[in-house]
């Protein structure tokens, strides 16, 4: 097991999250659905219920039936199980932050959108990628065990399912190491000031066009 | 381990779950390189384990908010590194309505006061930032490779995500880093991709363009196809394409799921690069290109995934669903989820009851409401040259409101001098500013709730183009001639008289 970094930083932090997990067994759910913007808040839409506002209201603020943190069991949920390309699409950070303010801190899906996942590991929600399998036993096991919880614990690499399984995952060595110790970006990089320092003067004289122009 | 050897050896988790078959690396290391990972090892200043690297910044792009950005930074004592390679333009937040010189509170935030106020002191420092009263002016995947301020080798970042499309002039870009970082550190943290190439062979039909290609892959490949890969787009096709046509395809490698795309330098790049503004000049130039010549992927290299596709006999394309991947020829019939992939069918139900579309209808023969042409997808002057062939002695159908943004200033005066504004202004078409527009929004200009929208950008996705929004993602030429039968139409029946 990892021991506790010894210093830790100014950023978000997650070490384990044991919470309710929500079958969202869609592909390609993109960063449109998660948060709009550019449009005005759904009538129905709180701070904590804005993430995925058009599978979570009907525009009149009524909330959709079939949605599944709109069920029983599962409103209080913070992990989100995915298919394949979560979080397809854009830049935005809100597609991290609106979940991250209604409780969602972990998400486990077969594969992520690119730019969804650099936004995860900066603002500290966990990206989980696991095999389809995999994820649909716990969603199977979700349904039938609703209002139970999961643990997901970043230390060890594990997802833990009572009476289920025990599921080995693996993030990068960066990210594990950011999201233990709580690193923003930019203390990471501080870290390598000198060496970033040396690079851009060795660059600098090397490529002198992409400087003059 | 040196660093080097470490990369070749380790194989990583990341995005995805798959993992780097060894023998590829220890091929890729053998027998070649690609242009992906040249690019990036030139970069690389720091290594981190896995597949993480700190990597040197060539270019920041920063949008509307980049001057607040850096004037925050500034006003809290920081210091910018390399600010000579930070450039800004706006584009997400700008009107598009000609009225937004005069009035400039129709331009959201502080976008239009920001650009002019900070011009002098952003300059002394080195750093270019386009307003809406430059001549520059424009969408920042346009105005990036127009002003030559993307180059060829770059690595070139912003906070966009269709930033990728820069990669059409043989630079690795990307989109979804924060100014904030970049601004202070001059590098970003990144995880490397897997190398996936796209050959495109056989031929294309006429009316068939770069965006017909690009979705056809989508639909061929998935919209998760490009998970955790850089994505090579090679092959006769590729090559026979302008630049312009090129930027269309890389524009929508975000769609296919990748960290980004690109085209390898070839003449016509270098033709294309070397009458732009901040383009090198005299030895540099020489250097440069010298350079450049060394890019293109070697022939030996091993790639992670490569596919080809075949274009011969592809119709123009149009999507029918809530995701690039739905689409199909414009002849074809609306599919059925039953006749999906088990996987897909509750994805495709879903589609069709948010599209309202019938399965076993033609997609043809759609009644629409809107039509926008504009976007970072294509909005360039080939692009525009393209609509107006077909739009040239025609008028837009009654109760279809049609736009046409030119993509930058750049390309608006040069539609005008082609007397392009007057065939589109004539037939009924609003010409707007350049911006980002109704592509999703950000700054106002919207679809009207529930309507359906032929659009030529790169998202279809649920409620993007406006709340209950319906978006059918097509090529600009058909995107025009939508516009002009009031419903979904191919553009080759259009020319041909077929439709009136």
């Known amino acids: 097991m990892a021991e506790e970094p010894a210093v830790l930083g100014n950023g978000p932090r997650f070490i384990r999250q044991e919470g309710i997990a929500a079958p969202l067994m869609m592909d390609n759910v993109d960063t ?10 759904n009538p129905g839409a709180t701070p904590e219920t804005r993430a995925f506002e058009p599978i979570r209201f009907f525009a009149d603020g009524r909330e959709k039936p079939d949605f599944i943190l709109n069920q029983e069991g599962f409103r209080r949920s913070s992990i989100i199980l995915a298919g394949k390309n979560f979080g397809t699409g854009s830049s935005r950070s809100v597609a991290v932050s609106r979940p991250l303010t209604g409780g969602i801190n972990v998400v486990i899906a077969e594969s992520f959108g690119p730019l969804f996942y650099d936004n995860s590991v900066r603002q500290g929600l966990l990206a989980v990628p696991l095999e389809g399998d995999k994820i649909e036993r716990i ?12 643990l997901v614990d970043l230390q060890r690499q594990v997802i833990e399912v009572p009476g289920l399984d025990t599921f080995e995952f693996r993030v990068e060595p960066r990210v594990r190491e950011k999201l233990l110790g709580g690193f923003t970006v930019r203390e990471e990089l501080s870290r390598l000031d000198e060496e970033i320092h040396v690079f851009a003067q060795s660059y600098r004289q090397s490529w002198p066009w992409i400087y003059q122009r | 381990m040196k660093r080097r050897d470490f990369i070749k050896t380790t194989v990583g988790a990341g995005v995805g779950c798959g993992f780097v078959p060894m023998r590829s690396l220890f091929a890729r290391q053998a027998a070649g390189m690609t242009m992906y990972d040249k690019i990036w090892d030139a970069h690389e200043i720091s290594y981190l384990g896995g597949i993480t690297s700190v990597l040197h910044v060539d270019r920041m792009m920063l949008p509307d908010s980049g001057p607040a950005a850096i004037k925050r930074l500034l006003d809290a004592g920081e210091t910018i590194r390399n600010p000579e390679l930070v450039w800004a333009v706006a584009d997400h937040q700008v009107s598009t309505s000609p009225e937004r010189y005069t009035d400039r509170s129709l331009n959201l935030g502080s976008v239009a006061d920001d650009f002019p106020e900070m011009k002098e002191q952003l300059a002394a420092m080195g750093i270019q930032a386009f307003g809406i009263d430059d001549p520059e002016q424009g969408i920042q995947h346009v105005v990036g490779p127009e002003t030559g301020l993307t180059l060829p080798g770059m690595l070139m970042v912003a906070g966009d995500s269709h930033t990728c499309t820069h990669g059409a002039v043989g630079c690795v870009s990307w989109g979804g880093e924060t100014a904030q970082n970049v601004l202070l550190t001059g590098t970003v943290i990144r995880e490397r991709a897997r ?14 363009r770069g965006k017909d290609m690009i979705l056809h892959t989508i639909g061929a490949l998935g919209a998760d196809a490009g998970n955790r890969c850089a994505v090579e787009y090679a092959g006769p096709l590729v090559r026979s394409l302008s630049v312009e046509g090129r930027m269309t395809i890389c524009n929508l490698s975000i769609e296919m799921g990748a960290a980004t795309g690109m085209v390898a330098p070839d003449d016509t790049t270098y033709e294309y690069v070397a009458s732009r503004e901040f383009a090198p000049r005299g030895e540099l130039w020489d250097q440069a290109l010298a350079y450049w010549r060394s890019l293109p992927t070697d022939d030996a ?8 596709i075949d274009m011969t006999g592809v119709e123009p394309q149009v999507t029918w669903g809530i995701s690039p991947e739905h689409v199909i020829g414009i002849s074809e019939r609306i599919p059925a989820p039953d006749d999906a992939p088990f996987e897909k069918r509750d994805a495709w139900r879903r589609a069709l009851e948010y599209t309202r579309l019938t399965p076993g209808d033609t997609i043809a023969d759609t009644p629409i409401d809107e039509v926008f042409i504009g976007s970072c997808a294509e909005s360039r002057i080939s692009d525009l040259r393209a609509a107006a062939e077909v739009v040239r002695g025609r008028r837009v159908a009654p109760n279809v409101l049609a736009w046409v943004i030119a993509g930058s200033q750049p390309v608006k005066r040069q539609a005008e001098a082609e007397g392009l504004d007057r065939i589109f202004r004539d037939a009924g078409f609003d010409w707007r500013e350049p911006g980002c527009s109704k592509c999703y929004g950000s700054n106002g200009d919207l679809v009207a709730q529930g309507k359906r929208c032929v659009s030529n950008s790169n998202r279809n996705y649920v409620g993007r183009q406006g709340i209950d929004a319906i978006t059918h993602l097509v090529s600009t030429p058909m995107a025009a001639a939508a516009a002009i039968a009031g419903r979904i139409v191919d553009v080759r029946r259009l020319m041909a008289g077929e439709i009136v």
């Open chain 1, 32 to 41: 449109d659905i998660i948060s709009p913007i550019g449009k005005p808040p």
């Open chain 2, 301 to 308: 290299a091993a790639f992670y995934r490569d596919e080809t």
């Open chain 1, 139 to 150: 969603a199977e096991w979700a349904f039938a065990n609703r209002g139970q919880t999961i």
């Open chain 2, 195 to 208: 190398n996936l190439r796209v050959n495109y062979t056989g031929t294309l039909g006429p009316w068939v």
